[in-house]
């Protein structure tokens, strides 16, 4: 199962090859991976997104606790959260496809930040099945490049 | 505030941690540290090798249980060390260990002797350190040496820039060290506790099952109050052993693939499995899913990782084994359900199955005339020094021999490679031992192949007076290696035959240390007894039986019932 973690941890040289050489040292698996500066910029938040069944997901959240530069490990897919990617894709546009992908990214609610000849450079952020629609409708049409952001989540704030 | 150069607060910083010896090897990334330590109390002890030096290190803290202290120069002297480094992090040993760096300035461009080794480091450390900035030195020593010796303890490197070394800086005053992203779990959960205490009344085939947590809390008097209080029979690991004594009725002696028969049964047959400070190694389970299957399981840990890593436990406690054990003892002191003399009553016909296993098939092996059996060598040893030296060994069957037939009966008397299984920890070690503890008996039992690992500290032995006892049971053979092909490759003896080794007796001479040899088994005993007598660092070299195999033995992937016997 797809679990989403969000990981705090010192904003020191070499923390992020502790977290990243736990994971290869240890077999575990990482989906994605995103991390920058908190408001404090002595602290950075990392959100990864990993698979693996309860004991492995235990596993490795105990692993990353055990790091002396992690402060806080949350799986966030524990509760309600957000969660939100970004992609910029190269798609062909043409004169026969400018139209349809104008449309595409519209339902999307994506814009162009980028034009040639012919092609579009479309920006969609959104959850992670959306970014994967996405890309499943306008591969027909033609995608010459793809860059994603990977995941960045959130826990919903208490409703009280 | 006057300052002082980087040199002078490390020194300073030694002192302050109580720190009088250390293990190291020059270099130029290091040379201001060295010139500084020539005008200091600290003992430096130069070894011939890098890995002597940590692995010194180690010894000295597996004995004293205290940080061990290694200081190694950049480049090879620290890629020299690595082996050693991994070793102590396997087993959980606190050690800091300081390796030069090539300047700021020059960091990242393959300066000469220049290697990432806190990168090389990373995954064989508690933790560790570049220090980039002199004002954090201090701060980095101080906080080095709370983590390598708090929580689950470790090797903690740091690495240090020779122009950080060389700068000036002010000397803090000393604070007690709070990281608020480490904070080790030390008192237990009381309910936890009650939950773990009442399973114990209710078990029938209890077992403990204790690892080398037991020894690194110094938890071995409670741990021993808890089993003869409750009459439960005792279970070690190779870490554990010592954790509870050897010759006590309730021991069961090492268990796993090399355990004794008594206690692998025990295992596999009980109710209550109550494991302390050990984390459930391949080398001690076997097939995980025949590993103890009636079981309800207590897992006493420091480390909350250890907990349900490989095999899913029922009441974990996290804490430290000292701490748990005392708030189970005074668990049950104040408990009205409990009294020692009924529960001795009620597990009494499980001691007696767990006795009728030890009859049925003892640790034992076979005596063949004159034949010089290695085990033999190991109950003379055992006879003639009271079962009360301190043992390191090699790795392979001399290791696993020294584990069953010596009989330890404190904790911190046998310092071994566990985790990492390295040849060449013996001697070093040895010598880190003997200097931490120059009145006592030190013997490294080594093998033929090992033992020429490290061989090159003899001379360190020499030059600082530490002189350790090498038992080599020479078998002409990379032996543990020949026994899996004997036993599993037909026979086939692939690079497993040592043609070629040193006359020892001769070798010992060369080192300017006492050379004796025995080739026979009426031999044995003058041997060690003239190696005992003398206060020079000896070789005994016994020629023994070459094709002994260590038994019992689990094949690996198979149930620990499925033993292999004498
Ligand atoms: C550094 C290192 N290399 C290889 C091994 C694999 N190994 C384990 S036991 C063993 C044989 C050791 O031979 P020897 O020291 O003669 O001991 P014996 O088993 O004969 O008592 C070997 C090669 C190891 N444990 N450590
Ligand atoms: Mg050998």
């Given at each position: 199962?797809?679990?989403?973690?969000?990981?705090?941890?010192q904003?020191?040289?070499g923390?992020?090859?502790?977290?990243?050489?736990?994971?290869?040292?240890?077999?575990?698996?990482?989906?994605?991976?995103?991390?920058?500066?908190?408001?404090?910029?002595?602290?950075s938040?990392?959100?990864?997104?990993?698979?693996?069944?309860?004991?492995i997901?235990?596993?490795?959240?105990?692993?990353?606790?055990?790091?002396i530069?992690?402060?806080?490990?949350?799986?966030?897919?524990?509760?309600?959260?957000?969660?939100?990617?970004?992609?910029?894709?190269?798609?062909?546009?043409?004169?026969?496809?400018?139209?349809?992908?104008?449309?595409?990214?519209?339902?999307?609610?994506?814009?162009?930040v980028d034009v040639?000849?012919?092609?579009?450079?479309?920006?969609?952020?959104?959850?992670?099945?959306?970014?994967?629609?996405?890309i499943?409708?306008?591969?027909?049409?033609?995608?010459?490049?793809?860059?994603?952001?990977?995941?960045?989540?959130?826990?919903?704030?208490?409703?009280? | 505030?006057?300052?002082?150069?980087?040199?002078?607060?490390?020194?300073?910083?030694?002192?302050?941690?109580g720190?009088?010896?250390i293990?190291?090897?020059p270099?130029?990334?290091?040379?201001?540290?060295?010139?500084?330590l020539?005008?200091?109390?600290?003992k430096?002890?130069?070894?011939?090798?890098?890995?002597?030096?940590?692995?010194?290190?180690?010894?000295?803290?597996?004995?004293?249980?205290?940080?061990?202290v290694?200081?190694?120069?950049s480049?090879?002297?620290a890629?020299?060390?690595?082996?050693?480094?991994?070793?102590?992090?396997?087993?959980?040993?606190?050690?800091?260990?300081?390796?030069?760096?090539?300047?700021?300035?020059?960091?990242?461009?393959?300066?000469?002797?220049?290697?990432?080794?806190v990168?090389?480091?990373r995954?064989?450390?508690?933790?560790?350190?570049?220090?980039?900035?002199?004002?954090?030195?201090?701060?980095?020593?101080?906080?080095?040496?709370?983590?390598?010796?708090?929580?689950?303890?470790?090797?903690?490197?740091?690495?240090?820039?020779?122009?950080?070394?060389?700068?000036?800086?002010?000397?803090?005053?000393?604070?007690?060290?709070?990281?608020?992203?480490?904070?080790?779990?030390?008192?237990?959960?009381p309910?936890?506790?009650?939950?773990?205490?009442?399973?114990?009344?209710?078990?029938?085939?209890?077992?403990?099952?204790?690892?080398?947590?037991?020894?690194?809390?110094?938890?071995?008097?409670?741990?021993?109050?808890?089993?003869e209080?409750?009459?439960?029979?005792?279970?070690?690991?190779?870490?554990g052993?010592?954790?509870?004594?050897?010759?006590?009725?309730?021991?069961?002696?090492?268990?796993?693939?090399?355990?004794?028969?008594?206690?692998?049964?025990?295992?596999?047959?009980?109710?209550l499995?109550?494991?302390?400070?050990?984390?459930?190694?391949?080398?001690?389970?076997?097939?995980?899913?025949?590993?103890?299957?009636?079981?309800?399981?207590?897992?006493?840990?420091?480390?909350?990782?250890?907990?349900s890593?490989?095999?899913?436990?029922?009441?974990?406690?996290?804490?430290?084994?000292?701490?748990?054990?005392?708030?189970?003892?005074?668990?049950?002191?104040d408990?009205?359900?409990?009294?020692?003399?009924?529960?001795?009553?009620?597990?009494?016909?499980?001691?007696d199955?767990?006795?009728?296993?030890?009859?049925?098939?003892?640790?034992?092996?076979?005596?063949?005339?004159?034949?010089?059996?290695?085990?033999?060598?190991?109950?003379?040893?055992?006879?003639?020094?009271?079962?009360?030296?301190?043992?390191?060994?090699?790795?392979?069957?001399?290791?696993?021999?020294?584990?069953?037939?010596?009989?330890?009966?404190?904790?911190?008397?046998?310092l071994?490679?566990?985790?990492?299984?390295?040849?060449?920890?013996?001697?070093?070690a040895?010598?880190?031992?003997?200097?931490?503890?120059?009145?006592?008996?030190?013997?490294?039992v080594?093998?033929?192949?090992?033992?020429?690992?490290?061989?090159?500290?003899?001379?360190t032995?020499?030059?600082?007076?530490a002189?350790?006892?090498?038992?080599?049971?020479?078998?002409?053979?990379?032996?543990?290696?020949?026994?899996?092909?004997?036993?599993?490759?037909?026979?086939?003896y692939?690079?497993?035959?040592?043609?070629?080794?040193?006359?020892?007796?001769?070798?010992?001479?060369?080192?300017?240390?006492?050379?004796?040899?025995?080739?026979?088994?009426?031999?044995?005993?003058?041997?060690?007894?003239?190696?005992?007598?003398?206060?020079?660092?000896?070789?005994?070299?016994?020629?023994?039986?070459?094709?002994?195999?260590?038994?019992?033995?689990?094949?690996?992937?198979?149930?620990?019932?499925?033993?292999?016997?004498?």
């Amino acid at each position: 199962m797809k679990h989403t973690l969000s990981v705090l941890l010192q904003n020191k040289p070499g923390a992020l090859s502790r977290v990243t050489g736990l994971f290869s040292g240890r077999g575990f698996n990482i989906e994605s991976l995103c991390v920058a500066e908190t408001l404090d910029p002595r602290v950075s938040c990392m959100t990864l997104v990993t698979r693996g069944d309860d004991s492995i997901v235990e596993q490795i959240t105990k692993q990353l606790h055990k790091l002396i530069d992690v402060i806080k490990v949350t799986d966030i897919t524990e509760g309600e959260f957000v969660e939100r990617e970004m992609v910029l894709i190269r798609v062909k546009a043409e004169a026969n496809t400018r139209a349809e992908v104008l449309r595409v990214i519209d339902i999307f609610r994506g814009k162009v930040v980028d034009v040639s000849p012919t092609t579009y450079t479309v920006e969609i952020t959104g959850p992670e099945s959306k970014i994967k629609a996405v890309i499943d409708i306008l591969r027909p049409i033609g995608i010459k490049e793809i860059v994603r952001t990977g995941t960045i989540a959130m826990a919903r704030a208490p409703k009280n | 505030m006057s300052k002082i150069t980087g040199s002078q607060a490390i020194i300073k910083c030694l002192q302050e941690e109580g720190v009088d010896t250390i293990f190291g090897f020059p270099g130029g990334a290091v040379i201001d540290l060295y010139d500084e330590l020539l005008d200091s109390d600290i003992k430096h002890v130069l070894v011939r090798h890098e890995q002597g030096a940590v692995h010194a290190a180690d010894g000295y803290a597996r004995a004293t249980g205290k940080v061990g202290v290694a200081l190694l120069t950049s480049g090879p002297g620290a890629t020299n060390g690595v082996t050693a480094i991994a070793t102590a992090y396997m087993d959980s040993i606190p050690v800091v260990v300081f390796t030069g760096q090539v300047p700021r300035a020059l960091i990242g461009n393959d300066a000469f002797q220049e290697v990432d080794i806190v990168g090389i480091t990373r995954p064989c450390t508690k933790h560790n350190y570049l220090v980039s900035d002199p004002n954090e030195l201090v701060a980095t020593i101080r906080e080095a040496f709370y983590l390598a010796s708090s929580g689950r303890p470790g090797p903690v490197l740091i690495d240090l820039p020779k122009d950080v070394v060389a700068s000036m800086m002010s000397f803090p005053e000393r604070k007690p060290i709070k990281m608020k992203t480490y904070q080790p779990t030390v008192d237990p959960h009381p309910g936890q506790v009650e939950k773990a205490c009442k399973a114990c009344l209710k078990a029938k085939r209890p077992v403990l099952y204790i690892g080398g947590g037991v020894i690194l809390s110094d938890a071995n008097k409670e741990l021993t109050e808890l089993a003869e209080k409750l009459s439960v029979p005792v279970a070690m690991t190779l870490m554990g052993l010592g954790g509870f004594p050897g010759t006590n009725p309730l021991s069961l002696g090492m268990l796993g693939m090399h355990g004794s028969y008594a206690s692998n049964m025990a295992v596999a047959k009980s109710d209550l499995l109550i494991a302390v400070g050990a984390r459930f190694d391949d080398r001690v389970t076997g097939r995980l899913d025949a590993f103890a299957p009636h079981a309800e399981i207590i897992h006493i840990d420091i480390d909350p990782t250890s907990i349900s890593k490989n095999v899913d436990v029922d009441i974990p406690i996290v804490a430290d084994c000292k701490h748990a054990l005392r708030a189970m003892n005074s668990w049950f002191d104040d408990s009205k359900e409990f009294a020692p003399k009924a529960m001795k009553e009620k597990h009494q016909p499980w001691l007696d199955q767990v006795r009728q296993w030890d009859e049925k098939h003892p640790l034992t092996y076979r005596d063949e005339g004159d034949i010089i059996k290695p085990q033999y060598v190991i109950e003379v040893l055992n006879k003639l020094t009271g079962g009360d030296a301190i043992i390191t060994t090699e790795v392979g069957q001399n290791q696993m021999w020294a584990a069953q037939f010596y009989k330890f009966n404190e904790p911190r008397r046998l310092l071994t490679s566990g985790g990492l299984g390295t040849m060449g920890y013996g001697l070093p070690a040895a010598i880190g031992a003997k200097l931490a503890f120059p009145d006592k008996t030190v013997i490294d039992v080594a093998g033929d192949g090992s033992i020429q690992m490290n061989i090159q500290e003899l001379a360190t032995a020499r030059q600082y007076n530490a002189p350790v006892k090498v038992a080599i049971l020479n078998n002409g053979y990379l032996g543990m290696v020949r026994q899996w092909q004997e036993l599993f490759y037909n026979k086939r003896y692939s690079a497993t035959v040592m043609e070629i080794t040193p006359d020892f007796v001769e070798l010992a001479k060369a080192y300017g240390a006492v050379g004796l040899r025995a080739t026979k088994k009426d031999e044995v005993e003058p041997v060690i007894q003239e190696a005992l007598a003398t206060d020079k660092l000896v070789i005994m070299d016994f020629a023994v039986s070459r094709e002994e195999g260590v038994f019992p033995m689990v094949p690996a992937g198979k149930a620990t019932t499925e033993m292999l016997l004498v």
